[in-house]
Each structure stands twice: as structure tokens, then as C-alpha cells.
DNA sequence: ACGTAAGCGAGACGGTACGTCGCGTCTTACC
DNA sequence: GGTAAGACGCGACGTACCGTCTCGCTTACGT
């Protein structure tokens, strides 16, 4: 491996310290929490906390990247033997496994910063496997610029509406099983990347 | 009114603090400002600040809450006249005048708050006038609990969906003409409520 | 006045932080006092204290300067009147009434810091008003840098001696009045002097 | 001896420390000298140092005292034969050949730490050896105890002085040969004995 | 000559204090 | 009555060292 493999006790403070910031998040929101209080949920001394992170943002951060590359492996994941619908539903899958901590994090008491971070991952992902009509699409009289362009609005609303998906379902309190919001949520992905197609090709089929 | 029409020094107070706020995000961000900065660069004691507005989130709140009512105004307003098309245009229009205004806030600068306000708000909006099937509209097999969390989805994500859009257009620097981003904006709700309401009606595809 | 008269509370604030110290001191020893324990013991805020001085030496460095002030006053002080041995009756009737004060600050809990301010302090006094025998005094054959090194050696030698006899005649809790510690003091100065003296011209009656 | 000769790396470490606090103490003052910086210079973890010293000043007591022994044995030692004129010379020979030693820890540098523990050294010394008149001599009417205070204040005066003759004397960068500033020092201390002993004898003036 | 226990480096840990920053409250004097 | 100026109590920040504690590794020593 790259690293030494870290030090028990290193991995010990790391993970209670990750523990503690999901359930104050939890039950005091994210925004007003501080580093003490973390610290002392975790039975950690605060030396200890910034040893290893520079703030409370960095610790949210890879807790959240982290659980983001595995979100994202679901969907994006490995061969392309599996249906896109499936995928979808994977996706919701995922977060249906770890309901609690998604809820939390992006529920009222994560308090935007999570839910931000969210809508620019899956805007992020979404850029990139974003079934565009590809080099041979007739590009309307505007240009590539403006294609481009337009692709970037429809990503980043898709991006958008996955996040407000997950977030309106999760704050629900799931109520429908993954399977049947991962196919909402795909039938409005749908829709809006017709529309979007038609503005480049009028003509063409939504995929 | 009610109120005797507030002293001239105190309104002057007033608009010193808003147009400093506004001011200071665009240079430094909603998030890092503190209350000192503000009344300093508004030429104004911090005893001042303090005597009208709790803490910096009340009074970005009016600011953003007085812009709201008056953006909701150009699409919500008044006499149904107009066709609704128009009614985007006129709201882009409004962004479009103010575009330094919106675009401070709901930029990288104004740092998530401004942005979940207005999300919040044209969720409030869209759940208000969705143009849903009416009450005679075929519940579907799961009654109508769930038809209003399924509508409860689409106002979610209609909601976010044209934050996205106005927040897209000014980061851009408004790439194309307000008529344009309104139609295209409009373009994608009409899909998705269509998707929407076809859940709800009688040809609804499982999923 | 140049300065217009600091505000009452910054005054008490002042006052407060200044016995709390010297209390302290007593207690527990200037060297491991902390910050916060001066400002609970004067029931003020780190803060304050913070606001008004850079440190707790800067304190003490203000406590002892207007003290020293004052006890060089009583030596060097005004019309040359009185007789010198009269001097340094003052000067340790002062120290008598101040007993507590200089007891604590120049005692084992005051750790050094105090005590070599004074020793400094008196070095100096000493230095400005050592009866040297001035331009006419024969100098040997060293020159006068030779000289002006042991006029130095014996500054120094006499603020130390002085130093010692006020701590030691405190430590040993006043064993006599101070007009007797003076007397003895102003003797063992003497012998000093007159020995310095002789180095420069030896047949120079000591003052 | 009873210790079964210590390790040599043991040797070694507590070598490389001396060395290291010694250069320091010069570079950057003994105050604000941390342990880590220590080790650091000295090329030995920090654990080292804490297997062996409690803290600085435990390092920092054992080179002193090991000098003060070595330095104290030059006046004291062995027979009686030298006369004691002699004996002040040989003292201040050692300080010269290790001035720069002796100059580091007593400077301004050393910050009164060295400074205070060798005149309470000096003070010990003179206590020991003070040449009072003996068992045979008059004790006034104030009574043995009454001396005995005396002879404290002239031992304590003493044993500051000769601190302050050398601390002056390696400041000033030794502006003359250790027999010159031997033989002042001496002068001094025998006049300041001699106004002492002058108080407990017969013809003792009042003050 | 070699096995072993002591000393060693690296570095995380729980603490304590530091000096700074910003908060929201307050007092005072001015207009 | 509103305002400027600015001290105050509070509480969190991020940093610096403290002295303690594993944990492997190396190395002088004793048999």
C-alpha cells in the first residue's frame, strides 16, 4: 500500500470523532456545532481533533466524500452489462441502506452545507454521464458554445433535482420503496434531458 | 398604517446597512461577515446595527424577503390575464434588472443561505399554483395521501429547478436573453409536471 | 489633562486586576500564575484583561513602575534639604508601609521577576546619583573608560546591595525599625563607595 | 561506585542535551526555551529527554550545579595553606576559563533563573565561611539572635555581590584580568565584613 | 559471538493556557 | 430619541507545549 496503514489509535480517533459529528448533527444541526462539543462526544481531547483536521468543515467533508464516492460507485459503477434503470435504482438503494445518515446530513439540521455539497457532486457526476446526442448532433444555429452551454444548465438542474429527490424522500420518511423513487426520480431526469436534446436537435428522441 | 412612518435616521440607517451588505458579500462572502465589517463599511456604529436587527441573518433576511415578494409578484401577480409564458418572461425580466443583486447573492459569495431562502420561496410558490389535474383528477390506486407527496415531490423539485436555473443564467453572466433562459426554464417545469401529473392520472406507468 | 480621564469602569477593571495579582502572588507564586486565574480572582472577564495589557508581565511591569516610582521619590526626591542618612530613612519607611506589597512581589513567591526589576531599577537610581568625584577626581592611569567601567561595577554592586537588604530585611518579617536597616544599609553603601572611590584616587575620603 | 556506570548512550544523550541548552540559552534565553527545541538542537527525541530530566529546569540545575561544585571547590577547597587573596583570584581564573559558559547563563540571556540560584549558591558559600569574629566575640546588647540576623543580611548582601561582581564583569566582556576584579571584589566584601563585624563589636555605632 | 534488555525515534494522546475574534449587551456623552 | 464610541461578559477559535504513553527498531553489554 501507499500509506503505513495507519496507527490503531489514529483510526480509533478518527472514527469516534466521525461518529460523534453525524449524531450532534443530528441533534443539534450541523451549523451551530462546535468543535468542543464534538470532542467531547467522541471522549476525544480537542488536540487531538486538530491533529488530524483543520476545522469542522474538514472532517464533514471526508466523511461526506467518502460516503459520496461509494454513492456514486453505484451508479457509475464498474461494467455496463446493467440497465441505466437499475442503476437508478442501486442508487436509491444505497441511500435507503444508510437512510439515517443521509437523512441527517442532508435533513434540515445539516443545514444546507451537506445538501450543497451533494447538489455539486451529483452535478458533478451527472456532466459527466450525461447522454448527449455526442460530435454528430446537429447543433441548432447557435454553436458548440451554446450547446455547451445548455448542457451545463441541464446538468446542473438535474443535479439539483436528484439532490431535492433524495432529500424530499428521505424527509418524508421514505414513503415508497427505493425501487419506485429511484423510477420517479429517472422519469423527470428523463423528461428534462428530452427537452434539453430537443433544444440542440429538435427532432431527436429522448435517448 | 400602523406604524408612524419610521424617522428619517432610522431608514437612513437602514439603507446604509442593506446596500453595505450587499456590498460586502460580493467582496467577501455572506458566510465570513461580520457584524463590525457591515456597520463599518456603512458608516454606521455597531450600537446601531444592533438597535434594528437581532443579528446579520435578520437583516439579509428583509433585504432577500422584500426582493422575494416583489419577483413573486411578476409571476404570481395580480389578474390572470396574461398567459402564462408571459409570466416567466416577466420574471426573468425582473431577475434580469436586478441581475447584480440576485447574482451577489445567490452566487458563490452569498454562500448557501440565499440560495435555500429562494429555494424554499418558489417551492412555497410552485406548491401554491401547480396546475394540477383538480380534484377530479383519478387518484390512482394509492389515495390520495400519496398523490400529495407525490406533488409534494414536484413542487420540491420544481422549486429547486428554477433556483438552479436563475442561479445557472447570473453565474454564467446571463448567457442569453431573459425570453430565452424563461422558455427554456418554463420548457423543463411543463415536462416535469407533465411527468407529475401523469403519475397521478389514469395511464400512470408504474414506474 | 492630556488624556481625558479613563472611564470609571476601566478604572475598576484597572484596580480589580491589580489586587488580584498581588493576592495571587502571595498565594501561589507570580511564575505559574495564569491569566485566568487573575481574572476570576478579580471577578473580571480574560477579555477585559486582554483589552488593557499585552500579558500578565505587562501587569505587573505597570504595578511595579508606578511602585518604584514612588520609592525613588522618597530617596532622590526634591530640595537637597535634608541630610542623605534621612533619605534612606524614608526610603525604608516607605517600603515599611507598603510592607505586604513589596514583601510579596521581592519574596520567594514573587520568583525573581520582581526582584531583578528592582535590581535594575535601583542600579539605575544609583548610577544617577553616585557621588562620584567628578571631573577633578584623579584618575589613575587607566583613563577614564577604565573608570567609568568601575563606577559601573560599583553601580551595580550598590542596587544589588540594596535590593538584598530590603528583601532580606522583609523576609525575615522586619526584624528592626526601619530607620536601623537604613542606618546599616547607608553604612555597607558607604564602605562600597569609599572603596570605589579609592580605586580612582586613593587618598579620597569617602564622600 | 554505587551506579553501575551509567550506559553510554545514556552518556551520550545527556551530553548532547547540556550542550544543546547551553547554545541555546544563548541564542534565544533560557525563559522561553520549550523542550522540543532542546532535543531538536541536540539531535535526541523528545523522549529521551523525559527519561532522564523531568523538565528544563532539572537539565539545567544539574549543569549548574555541577559548575557551582567545581567553581565553589576553588575558594573552599582542599587546606589553607593559600592565602585567601589567593583564593578569589583561583575563583575568578575558573569563571575566566569558562566565561563563555558563565557568560551565557548569567546574562541577560539566562534570565535571572542562573543568576538567582548562584547567589543563593554565593550566599550558602559565605554563610559557611564568614569570618566573624568567633565564639569570643561581644554580641552588643541586642542579643545572639539579634547577630545572627546581622550576620544574614551580610551574608546575603555578600553572596549578591560577588553574583553581581562577576555577572558585571563577563557582561563588560572582562575588561580586566581576573586578578584586577579579583582583588576589587575583595576589597569590597572585606569592607562591607568589616562594617558587619563592626556592628556586633564593642565600639558599634548605634547606626 | 551473540541474545537480550535497555535505550531510542517517532509520534499520538489528554491536558492546560495562550492570545484573538466576534458576539450581543451595556453605559456614557452628544446632539 | 437616535447615535457614536467603546468597555464588558461570554464563549469558541486554532496554536503551542506540556508530560505521558505505546510501539517497533537498534545497539551496547554481559555471559
Redesign the interface.
Known sequence: MSQPVENLRVRRTRRLLRDALVDLTEERGFATLTVGEITERAMVSRSAFYRTYRDKFELAGQIFDEAMAELLGTVAGGEDGRPPAERWVAFFEHVDAYHRFYGVLLGRRGG??F??RMRASLTDMVTEHLPTPGPGRPGGTAGPA?AA??D??AA??L???F???I???LE?GR??PP??I???SA??AG??I???NG?AGPARPGR
Chains 1, 2, 3, 4 share one sequence.
Open positions: 444546507d452545507w445538501a450543497a451554446a452551454a445548455r451545463g444548465l446542473t438542474v443535479g439539483a433535482m439532490t431535492e429527490s432529500t424530499w424522500w418524508q414513503p415508497c425501487r419506485e429511484a423510477g420517479q422519469q423527470l423528461a428534462v428530452a427537452v434539453a433544444w
